[in-house]
């Protein structure tokens, strides 16, 4: 089966403890745990009630998961990189996914960054491939530079960085 260009859902039941099991429309099958962000973003406090998380639907194309009474939508992409995060079988790619996540680079921006090929970023974010340790250390270490130095990559106009809000 050729992997997905851009993740989309083709089903998706609410369960209990606020996670989601995904089915995406490559045959994925992934759980995901909302718990941590519906308690930390206010935004997606109203899934606290876990009456109002069980009516979690399907947009009609796949592309969201939403909640029709607080209108709260997640896209599929977010979902799909989360639960990847979650549910990697390694500590070096749970490192690698969720850097990717929060930054929100390009794969040619994260190749830049990290000094590897934007093929390599994309076989290491769809799973395709083991990240090997020392990407994910690599990762570790552009967070720090980035948020401690005063001489960053970034500031120096090397970089070009998108942080998630």
């Known amino acids: 089966m050729l ?8 089903a998706v039941q609410a369960l209990s403890d606020f996670r989601l099991a ?9 759980t ?9 973003y206010p935004g997606l406090q109203p ?5 109002v998380f069980l009516t979690a639907t399907l ?3 796949g592309w969201t998961v939403e909640w029709l009474e607080p209108d709260i939508q997640i896209g599929a992409d977010t ?7 979650q549910n990697a079988a390694d500590e070096n790619t749970r490192i690698f996914i969720d850097w990717r996540a929060r930054t929100g680079l390009s794969l040619s921006q994260a190749a830049e960054a990290l000094g590897v090929s934007a093929r390599s970023i994309s076989r290491y ?10 990407l994910a250390l ?8 980035q948020q401690s130095s005063t001489l960053a990559a970034e500031e120096s106009g090397r970089y070009i960085v998108n942080r998630k809000t």
Do not use: H
């Open 59 to 61: 947009d009609d194309y």
């Open 47 to 51: 899934l606290l009630d876990s009456k």
């Open 79 to 85: 979902l799909y990189m989360d639960a990847l995060a």
């Open 32 to 40: 995901l745990d909302l718990c941590r962000d519906i308690k930390a």
């Open 138 to 145: 690599a990762c570790l270490g552009w967070d720090s530079l």
């Open 22 to 30: 995904l089915t995406f429309i490559d045959g994925q099958e992934l």
């Open 3 to 10: 992997p997905m260009k851009r993740p989309r859902l083709s």
């Open 125 to 134: 974010s769809n799973g395709r491939e083991a990240v090997p340790r020392s």
